[in-house]
């Protein structure tokens, strides 16, 4: 699996945009760039994912550089219930291998946002 | 839809001691994860299934962990004897068939304290 770096903490403002940064420059071409968070005492929750193209949801947009070596999660409005621990993922989308399917976390970045 | 459910919430035990964990996982998903959480960390992989069939296990320490999924719905993960290095959080997730890119769900996990 593609190895992804993140900044281990970030802080933001209430009300203003969150952007969580993510590299991923040995990503392959079958590989897809999942976000996933994790607040305290509960199990990791599925945020968005995306190939190549960028990806808007009702929690957050996703933009992938042209490249893909890169992403950028925007959370637009950041709550103080966005402070977790957000987790960039690389996953092989097809079949083949061991890592199939499956999701490799590494240390994640500690967002907190502050009233 | 009903999340991932697990079961117990939490457990404390002795070294030495044996303990199981219960999965029930999103209906209709075909595969299941069991990932074990260190205190700071992120999640790492223990034994994935698909349906009742163990695609990768090469994570899970075989001398005292093992999983079953008989009937390709509910999991069981249990640990005999246990070590105090083993006190994490066990989490559980399920998801559609790989192919599908479905992202995967987790339930909150058990935490397991070993004295």
């Known amino acids: 699996d593609a190895k992804t770096t993140q900044p281990p903490s970030m802080d933001c403002a209430e009300g203003r945009a969150a952007n969580l940064p993510c590299n991923h420059s040995t990503i392959s071409g079958n590989e897809y760039v999942y976000w996933y968070r994790q607040i305290h005492s509960q199990g990791p929750q599925y945020i968005i994912h995306g190939l190549k193209n960028n990806e808007t949801n009702e929690m957050a947009s996703l933009i992938i550089t042209e490249d893909r070596k890169s992403s950028t999660l925007i959370l637009p409005h950041a709550t103080l219930r966005d402070t977790a621990v957000y987790y960039c993922?690389?996953?092989?989308?097809?079949?083949?291998?061991?890592?199939?399917?499956?999701?490799?976390f590494g240390q994640g970045t500690i967002l907190t946002v502050h009233p | 839809e009903a999340g991932v459910a697990q079961s117990p919430r939490y457990k404390i035990i002795e070294k030495r001691q044996s303990v199981a964990f219960w999965c029930n996982p999103i209906?209709?998903?075909?595969?299941l994860y069991w990932y074990q959480q260190i205190l700071g960390q992120g999640p790492k992989l223990l034994i994935q299934?698909?349906?009742?069939?163990?695609?990768?296990d090469s994570q899970l320490p075989k001398d005292r962990f093992s999983a079953e999924r008989l009937k390709g719905v509910d999991s069981t993960l249990k640990i005999q004897p246990a070590k105090l290095e083993d006190s994490a959080v066990y989490l559980c997730a399920s998801s559609l068939e790989p192919g599908s890119n479905s992202p995967l769900h987790f339930g909150n996990g058990t935490r397991l304290t070993v004295t």
């Open positions: 299934f698909q349906n009742n069939g163990v695609v990768d």
């Open positions: 993922i690389v996953r092989v989308g097809t079949a083949g291998g061991t890592s199939y399917g499956k999701l490799t």
């Open positions: 209906s209709g998903h075909a595969t």
